[in-house]
Antibody
Framework: EVQLLESAGGLVQPGGSLRLSCATS????????MTWVRQAPGMGLEWVAN????????TYAGSVEGRFTISRDNAKNSLYLQMNSLRVEDTAVYYC?????????WGQGTLVTVSS | DIVMTQSPDSLAVSLGERATINCKSS????????????LAWYQQKPGQSPKLLIY???TRASGVPDRFSGGGSGTDFTLTISSLQAEDVAVYSC?????????FGQGTKLEIK
């Protein structure tokens, strides 16, 4: 069974940093593209970033490019999102998802709140 | 960026009736190497993570009931629920995976009339 489990988010001040993790199991992680998607309170889904199985290719949404970094550790079957220079508008539930073209498995999500 | 626009924003349908949600892409999302449209539909029930329903515009994901179907061509796509059940109350979102950033529609909230 495919499982994705995000680490706890939290409350961060504007301008601060936070690193999210996503622990995975039940599939060959190193063969899979992985994606971060976020959802602001009461809003729709927003694609954030993805990364190729070997980590060689990464793509970002314009709203986070230069501030967020997606990475992975295939030895640990884990996906990461380093979030720097956080803004109030980054407040959202963050989901990790496996990308088989479409996003076929999702984690339960973790809430990141950016507020002073 | 490719803009995905869904209509309507919300929809109320009686139990057992058909529900149709539309999604329009701002440009073609046809992946010629696969001869398929790079479009997915997700269902998100309150308090839950999204769940993949349909990919390549018309292929049902594993375990999805056959009352859910996807269709369309060009830049216009539809998700149809042939006979609405109570458990189908959710927000439905389309998603293009043709060109990054892989954008979503704004979501359509489906309720029981």
């Amino acid at each position: 069974e495919v499982q994705l489990l995000e680490s706890a988010g939290g409350l961060v001040q504007p301008g601060g940093s936070l690193r999210l993790s996503c622990a995975t199991s039940g599939f060959t992680f190193s063969d899979s593209w992985m994606t971060w998607v976020r959802q602001a309170p009461g809003m729709g889904l927003e694609w954030v970033a993805n990364i190729q199985g070997d980590g060689s290719a990464k793509t970002y949404a314009g709203s986070v490019e230069g501030r967020f970094t997606i990475s992975r550790d295939n030895a640990k079957n884990s996906l990461y999102l380093q979030m720097n220079s956080l803004r109030v508008e980054d407040t959202a539930v963050y989901y990790c998802a496996r990308s088989a073209w479409a996003l076929d498995s999702w984690g339960q999500g973790t809430l990141v709140t950016v507020s002073s | 960026d490719i803009v995905m626009t869904q209509s309507p924003d919300s929809l109320a349908v009686s139990l057992g009736e058909r529900a149709t949600i539309n999604c329009k892409s701002s440009q073609s999302i046809f992946r010629s190497s696969y001869n398929k449209y790079s479009l997915a539909w997700y269902q998100q029930k309150p308090g839950q993570s999204p769940k993949l329903l349909i990919y390549w515009a018309s292929t049902r994901a594993s375990g999805v009931p056959d009352r859910f179907s996807g269709g369309g061509s060009g830049t216009d796509f539809t998700l149809t629920i042939s006979s609405l059940q109570a458990e189908d109350v959710a927000v439905y979102s389309c998603h293009q995976y043709y060109s990054p950033p892989y954008t979503f529609g704004q979501g359509t909230k489906l309720e029981i009339k």
